[in-house]
């Protein structure tokens, strides 16, 4: 049984910092596609950052420059450290996992993932 659970959300201030972990398990962590999600109130989840079985990342526009995906193979943790965050970050985030190897078109579609966790609550103030 594949598990993914986030976690390190939390309320920040405008320009502060979050680092968000989604621990896994239940399959071989290293040849798996992982990746960050958002999904605002009235809004539809949209992907923020994604890392495939190769290691190639990839971010979206609005999370370049602040944010970094990255994973712990040893630990089976994925890891998003936000930075310079933004009130318009405020969202719940998920974390998604899928074996299918995944073309750069699909790394942050949140279509058709096949794992999610229950997301993390991201709150900036202004």
């Known amino acids: 049984q594949v598990q993914v659970v986030e976690s390190g959300g939390g309320s920040v201030q405008s320009g502060g910092s979050l680092r968000l972990s989604c621990e896994a398990s239940?399959?071989?962590?290293?040849?798996?596609?992982m990746g960050w999600f958002r999904q605002a109130p009235g809004k539809e989840r949209e992907g923020v950052a994604a890392?495939?079985?190769?290691?190639?990342?990839k971010y979206a526009e609005a999370a370049k420059g602040r944010f970094t995906i990255s994973k712990d193979n040893a630990k089976n943790t994925l890891y998003l450290q936000m930075n310079s965050l933004k009130p318009e970050d405020t969202a719940m985030y998920y974390c998604?996992?899928?074996?299918?190897?995944?073309?750069?078109?699909?790394?942050?579609?949140?279509?058709?993932?096949?794992?999610w966790g229950q997301g993390t609550q991201v709150t900036v103030s202004s």
């Open positions: 998604a996992a899928d074996s299918a190897r995944m073309g750069w078109g699909r790394l942050l579609s949140a279509n058709g993932k096949r794992y």
């Open positions: 239940g399959y071989t962590y290293g040849s798996y596609y």
């Open positions: 890392i495939d079985s190769d290691g190639i990342t």
